[in-house]
């Protein structure tokens, strides 16, 4: 598979002056101004040239290494003719995410469908990040139910209390949280963005 590569595009920017007169609340004003020709400023803007932003896919072993690290993602679902996405953190184990959310519109429409999308985010810089998308499906946990059903349960509230100690007790930070779920991983992508280090002779 090709590198894609990236160029960037040199143009006037807006900058938005949100300063308020005599303390009356002024409105927001807008200025073009050109961006700075020199110095450090300048050169993190365009230190991205045509050809030196490559992307690439991530291995397996990055994208389990990713997912076992972080602990907040973006779950992604749908009913009818709506999507929505909400923050939400995690516990990654053996092809499945683990966590636990309150009762709401979400728990409402992942119950009508349980097919979702999960994204993992590490952001560093505009051409500097790694993103994982997953697909998969929604399964909500009982404490009540088959032998096998509480297991299940008992195993996802050990997981969530290494992230959120205290998790589902009398300590818990956040006690409104009480239902568990896990995500079936279907399947996984990884994608990296780097720009390419310049050598000491380059302009």
């Known amino acids: ?15 938005l002056d949100m300063s308020t007169a005599n ?16 110095g450090p400023e300048a050169e993190q803007m365009f230190a991205a040239r045509a050809g ?21 993602g973006r779950l992604a679902f749908s009913l009818h003719d709506r999507v929505d996405i909400q923050p939400i953190h995690y516990i ?6 683990y966590g636990r959310t309150s009762e ?40 009540r139910g088959s032998p096998h059903a509480e297991e299940l349960w008992t195993k996802a509230a050990e997981l969530v209390s290494k992230i959120v100690p205290g ?15 896990r995500i079936a991983v279907s399947d996984v992508r990884g994608r990296e963005a780097k720009v390419k280090p310049r050598q000491r002779n380059e302009p």
């Open 52 to 72: 030196d932003v490559t992307f690439r896919e991530l291995s397996r072993d990055e994208t389990e290494a990713m997912l076992l690290r972080n602990r907040v």
């Open 92 to 97: 990654y184990e053996r092809g499945w995410l």
């Open 23 to 38: 303390g009356s609340g002024a409105g927001t004003t807008s200025r073009e101004t050109h961006p700075p020709k020199d």
């Open 167 to 181: 998790a589902l007790t009398e300590t818990d930070p956040v006690p409104f949280r009480q239902t568990l779920f």
């Open 104 to 143: 709401g519109d979400k728990i409402t429409a992942l119950r009508h469908n349980r097919w979702v999308a999960f994204e993992v985010d590490e952001v560093t810089d505009l051409f500097d990040w790694r993103s994982i998308v997953i697909h998969g499906s929604f399964w909500i946990m009982h404490p």
């Open 1 to 15: 598979m090709p590198t894609l590569v990236i160029a960037p595009v040199k143009k006037l920017w807006r900058e």
